[in-house]
């Protein structure tokens, strides 16, 4: 590499790599940030970027076959991505051959990295049959722009908990996220389009200058014509191949120059943009107050897509009498589940629409199950510590107890959730046993380039927080970050909900956790702080006189029989901390970690479970907090039961005639288990 500009695209890659080891949080993001604003401000790099990036790959195929680390391999994948659907100009077709056959070989990976892998493979092949396709299919998707040829629609929620949002927080945050909106122009869309995929296509052939001046010069109803015909002419090479694809982008590209009736001029080529960088996307930006929130907003998203198609009176007529049936049964607002016949009235169609996303998560399942019909998009992103996915646990389970009574959303939309995570104090300041970022510690140690990227952007939410800076060229590293992972985090990582159901004096109380749950005995907390002040002996003495046994406890053990049930009770225990503890950490299988705090600590226990059932005695009650939020604290708790929670879409062959071999068959691909699926960039395949 002798050359400048190949030792500066060396040495940006380079970094980036290193920066996912780097113990800095404040610079984490910042350079693939800059790299991508080198890319967006001179579009002719990208064919060097790639080159840089095949040989890393190439590099990285041989090492990671001895070193069994492939890491380093996400970043890289996803980077090549980027710069191809951002490359305002031709890429020669041996590179893409080239980057195509270091794909192929890099399928012999271990999921989830092969998994990365095809995904970026599907698209390389896709942009090499059909140049500047990726763009196009993006921005038509992201700015909803209406063609009868790509009928798909995406919106973007951001959904931030108020509990750490303060008032200038929010009001700076938002001035971010929505600043773009009030310079969204459809008719500059389309225009970049048009421009992106001729000169995507073309190459050297189409002059770029003449064509963004003839443009320019068209009225907008033209404008959109040509937007129509070019929308027409990559979708139909697509679906039927490449035939003739060429020949009618110059076709369009000879009308277009031909209809401008004005003189075109020579145009400075320093102001000459080849192919305009990704816009931004509509972001619709709000604190979440209710679980209901989510479902209303997406019931509305789902009308306003087939608001001119005749299934539009059907989701009125849905939404109305779901919501009608909710008020009278959701009186209690502490009952998440409460709907038993759910599938009752389900046809069996609907029912295998609604376990498709469990199908589909199964490495390995038919094409025909992936194939998704769904033509619309909805990207929920939360904002927030452990307690806003705590609520989004709630909303989840209600949306999937929804639609297993009746299809509403699953067929209409794709829905899929991100997490940024956000927290309203100093993280140095929290005691480990207090921290309410462990499902953010725990995203970013599955994937380390989830890490990198987004768990570093709190500490620049912060910063904006206190600076109450506005929106600026310069400081659109919050919007960027989340457009890239809006864009390239699109492998989930599933997380394992619980169900909990609490006897109470009240009555019985049904709910889910997805993190944590802390019961305490109120009455008894004192005698933990009084007895750490007094000398061992008399502390001993003292609290076996005072305490005595509180709880009982039975469990299933975990062991590879799973059946052996533990029966006792927990001495002096005056509280009771369960964590959940992924497969996606354990490399094996979901479960509860509980830990039984004494007042002596001799008698404190620790467990491992998938179930358990805790029972108080001699008429005392318990204090219980999911997920570390306050909002969510029952007291007067007599019992409480634990176990993985089902999905209430996973009822299949329960409800109707299903044979002993087709059962086998489906179990196979079916986690019956009700998990929540968080975008990162690797992803976990449990």
Not at 53 to 70: A, D, F, G, P
Not at 399 to 427: C, W
Not at 470 to 496: A, H, M, T, W
Not at 548 to 555: K, L, N, P
């Amino acid at each position: 590499m002798d050359d400048h500009p190949a030792l500066s695209a060396y040495n940006d890659v380079q970094a980036l790599l290193k920066e996912m080891n780097s113990q800095s949080a404040s610079q984490k993001g910042r350079l693939r940030w800059i790299l991508q604003k080198k890319l967006e401000s001179d579009p002719s790099c990208s064919i060097l970027l790639i080159q840089v990036l095949v040989k890393e790959l190439k590099k990285k195929l041989k090492t990671t076959c001895k070193t069994q680390s492939y890491v380093h391999v996400i970043p890289v994948l996803h980077t090549i991505y980027y710069v191809v659907i951002q490359s305002g100009g031709m890429i020669p077709a041996s590179l893409y051959q080239t980057v195509y056959e270091c794909l192929i070989k890099l399928l012999i990976l271990p999921t989830p990295y092969c998994t990365v892998v095809l995904s970026t493979l599907r698209s390389i092949k896709m942009e090499m049959i059909t140049p500047g396709s990726l763009y196009q299919r993006r921005v038509v998707a992201e700015q909803n722009l209406k063609s009868e040829h790509l009928t798909v629609q995406e919106k973007v929620f951001v959904l931030a908990d108020p509990a750490v949002f303060s008032a200038p927080l929010e009001a700076t945050v938002r001035a971010h996220f929505e600043a773009p909106s009030s310079f969204r122009n459809t008719t500059t869309m389309e225009k970049n389009v048009v421009l992106h995929v001729l000169h995507t296509g073309l190459g050297a052939t189409c002059q770029s200058s003449r064509l963004a001046q003839a443009l320019k010069a068209l009225e907008d109803h033209v404008v959109e014509k040509y937007f129509q015909e070019v929308v027409l002419t990559v979708e139909q090479s697509i679906k039927h191949g490449p035939g003739g694809y060429l020949n009618k982008l110059h076709d369009i590209y000879r009308n277009i120059l031909t209809d401008c009736r004005e003189e075109i001029t020579k145009v400075d080529h320093g102001s000459l943009v080849y192919g305009a960088a990704l816009p931004f996307p509509e972001i619709n930006f709000q604190l979440w107050r209710s679980e209901e929130d989510l479902w209303n907003l997406l019931v509305k998203f789902a009308l306003d897509c087939c608001r001119n198609s005749s299934t539009d009176e059907e989701v009125k007529d849905k939404k109305g009498s779901v919501q009608s049936e909710d008020d009278q049964k959701e009186r209690n607002p502490t009952s998440v589940f409460n709907r038993r016949k759910a599938f009752k009235n389900m046809k069996p169609a609907d029912k295998i629409t609604l376990m498709r996303e469990k199908i589909e998560a199964f490495p390995g399942s038919s094409p025909a199950f992936k194939e998704d019909r769904r033509r619309h998009t909805a990207r929920v992103v939360v904002m927030g510590d452990d307690r806003v996915l705590g609520t989004l646990t709630r909303a989840y389970c209600l949306i999937r107890e929804r639609e297993s009574k009746r299809l509403v959303l699953t067929k209409r939309l794709d829905i899929q959730f991100y997490y940024i995570p956000v927290t309203d104090v100093e993280p140095s300041s929290i005691p480990p046993d207090k921290d309410r970022l462990s499902l953010a510690s725990l995203l970013g140690r599955v994937d380390p380039w989830y890490n990198s990227n987004i768990n570093s952007l709190g500490a620049e939410l912060s910063k904006l927080g206190r600076t109450h800076s506005e929106p600026s060229e310069q400081n659109l590293f919050l919007l960027d970050s989340l457009c890239y992972y809006l864009r390239c985090g699109k492998q989930p990582v599933n997380i394992p909900l619980y169900s909990v159901k609490m006897t109470c004096s009240s009555g019985d109380v049904d709910e889910v956790f997805v993190s944590h749950l802390e019961a305490e005995i109120p009455e008894f907390k004192h005698l933990k702080e009084n007895s750490s002040k007094e000398p061992s002996a008399r502390r001993k003495k003292s609290t076996v006189a005072v305490f005595g046994t509180a709880i009982s406890v039975s469990y299933t053990k975990i062991s590879l029989s799973k059946r052996e049930v533990v029966k006792g009770e927990a001495p002096m225990t005056y509280g009771v901390v369960i964590t959940s503890e992924p497969a996606a950490l354990t490399s094996g299988q979901d479960y509860l970690s509980v830990r039984f705090d004494s007042v002596n600590p001799i008698y404190n226990t620790k467990i491992q479970t998938q179930n358990i059932s805790i029972r108080t005695m001699e008429h005392r009650t318990l204090s219980v907090c999911l997920d570390k939020d306050s909002r969510r604290r029952y007291t007067d708790v007599q019992r409480i039961e634990i176990s993985l929670c089902l999905d209430p879409g996973c009822s299949f062959w329960s409800r109707f005639s299903v044979s002993g071999e087709q059962e086998q068959s489906l179990s196979k691909f079916l986690n019956k288990v009700l998990s929540l699926p968080i975008n990162t960039f690797t992803g976990v395949t449990l």
